[in-house]
């Protein structure tokens, strides 16, 4: 495509994408599927460059003030995801100077908004958890695109195998420092043309997400349930952990989500995985298992928070009241997802926000309410599963090991929170 076209092109998807009127992933795969002739290059520069304009919103908008033409024009010359050279052969001369004049704008002479490009709302919680340095170390992580992490399915697959397979496919590959089924590839290859992806022995995954999983630590043979299932990413991790054994129930409330995961389950070799949607959380299947569970997980619909590096319209989509109302649901969900666990069985509670009005609070109001379920360090239940630096990876209680609490800019995962109990015998 001739650059002039293509930055017209990522102008337009800017445009699409700052409406706000649907998630910004949705809004490029519509995009993309109603110009079929764009290449895999194309779709890429198109795509990081509006997720660029996203993540750095207050800055671009700032400089743009002393750039002239569409505004969309000006903030996807700013973020675009290609070579300085490129983009500028579709520049006029006075666009060129403006933006070199941009690119000459040093950091510390910015405004602490166009800095840390946050919603005011989100500054002041997030700087009471980390501190100044740390919230700043956030901020910036947050501004990076996300790395691109895979599950190894641990039923069919050794990992070492698949990163030697994937290395023969020219994809370069680490494992993860935390999850021992993870490996973080390089760039954003084809993965869905590979075999090991036809054949269920990948599936992606943010290392954060496998540990959810991991800290459910489910076993052969037990009765589990992955409450809040979505697209069951999760549910094929703890699949594979009770070796297609047991029974694994995905509950979703929406059985659109669900659908999403009867072509990944087909492809994981899972026997022992049943999806069903529900209508709310009292539904009737939820009555009949109560006290039945071994296991339980809720990984409760939440503001999404952690998640800004891959989806960084959700700063600009959320706000406190809709925090609030998220909150409600969320302790209403876990009241009812605790009544399935047996006597001695175990209780996850997890979120990808890193809000604590989502995470401790609603962990903590529950532990207060219901004295027949007992605390359990997330940080010894992780060690005790051989974890490689499994203290880092919590915060809270008198030890600092109580929740698992992982930071984008600390672990290089998404945000992600959880609380674990176990149901007194």
């Given at each position: 495509m001739h650059p002039k076209a293509l930055v017209d092109a990522c102008a337009e998807l800017v445009r699409l994408t700052l409406s706000f009127e649907h998630p910004a992933d949705a809004v490029v795969s519509r995009y993309f599927r109603e110009h079929r002739n764009l290449g895999p290059r194309e779709r890429a520069t198109l795509a990081e460059t509006a997720y660029t304009v996203l993540r750095k919103k207050l800055l671009f908008e700032q400089l743009a003030r002393s750039g002239s033409g569409p505004k969309e024009r000006r903030l996807a010359i700013?973020?675009?995801?290609?070579?300085?050279?490129?983009?500028?052969?579709?520049?006029?001369?006075?666009?060129?100077?403006?933006?070199?004049?941009?690119?000459?704008?040093?950091?510390?002479?910015?405004?602490?908004?166009?800095?840390?490009?946050?919603?005011?709302?989100?500054?002041?919680?997030l700087k009471a958890q980390?501190?100044?340095?740390?919230?700043?170390?956030?901020?910036?992580?947050?501004?990076?695109?996300?790395?691109?992490d895979l599950r190894v399915n641990a039923l069919k697959e050794k990992r070492d195998q698949v990163q030697k397979e994937l290395a023969?496919?020219?994809?370069?590959?680490?494992?993860?420092?935390?999850?021992?089924?993870?490996?973080?590839?390089?760039?954003?290859?084809?993965l869905s043309k590979l075999d090991a992806f036809t054949r269920g022995a990948i599936e992606v995954q943010d290392e954060g997400s496998q540990l959810l999983a991991l800290l459910l630590d489910a076993k052969r043979g037990e009765m589990v349930v992955d409450f809040c299932a979505g697209a069951g990413g999760k549910t094929l991790a703890i699949g594979a952990a009770m070796r297609s054994t047991g029974r694994l129930y995905a509950f979703d409330v929406s059985a659109h989500r669900l659908e999403a995961l009867k072509p990944r389950l087909a492809r994981s070799g899972l026997s022992n995985v049943h999806p069903a949607a529900i209508a709310h959380e009292r539904d009737e299947r939820i009555k009949r298992l109560a006290g039945k569970i071994d296991r339980v997980l809720v990984d409760a619909p939440?503001?999404?928070?952690?998640?800004?590096?891959?989806?960084?319209?959700?700063?600009?989509?959320?706000?406190?009241?809709?925090?609030r109302e998220l909150t409600a649901k969320q302790a209403a969900i876990l009241e009812s997802a605790a009544r399935l666990v047996k006597?001695?069985?175990?209780?996850?509670?997890?979120?990808?926000?890193?809000?604590?009005?989502?995470?401790?609070?609603?962990?903590?109001?529950?532990?207060?309410?219901?004295?027949?379920?007992?605390?359990?360090?997330a940080g010894a239940l992780l060690a005790q599963l051989k974890l490689p630096q499994a203290a880092s990876l919590c915060s809270g209680g008198a030890d600092g090991q109580r929740y698992l609490r992982l930071w984008p800019q600390l672990h290089q995962t998404d945000g992600f929170f959880a609380a674990v109990w176990q149901r007194k015998a």
């Open positions: 700013l973020g675009f995801a290609g070579a300085r050279d490129f983009v500028k052969s579709a520049l006029s001369e006075q666009e060129k100077a403006w933006l070199d004049a941009c690119a000459a704008v040093r950091p510390e002479e910015l405004l602490a908004p166009h800095r840390h490009n946050l919603p005011e709302w989100l500054v002041a919680p980390l501190g100044e340095a740390g919230f700043w170390a956030l901020a910036d992580g947050l501004t990076q695109p996300a790395p691109l023969q496919a020219a994809i370069k590959s680490e494992v993860t420092p935390y999850s021992p089924w993870g490996l973080r590839v390089q760039g954003k290859p084809a939440c503001s999404g928070l952690g998640t800004l590096r891959r989806n960084p319209d959700l700063k600009w989509r959320q706000s406190p009241q809709a925090v006597p001695g069985g175990r209780l996850v509670y997890a979120t990808c926000s890193v809000l604590p009005e989502e995470n401790e609070a609603i962990a903590e109001a529950f532990g207060a309410a219901h004295a027949d379920f007992e605390s359990q360090d």
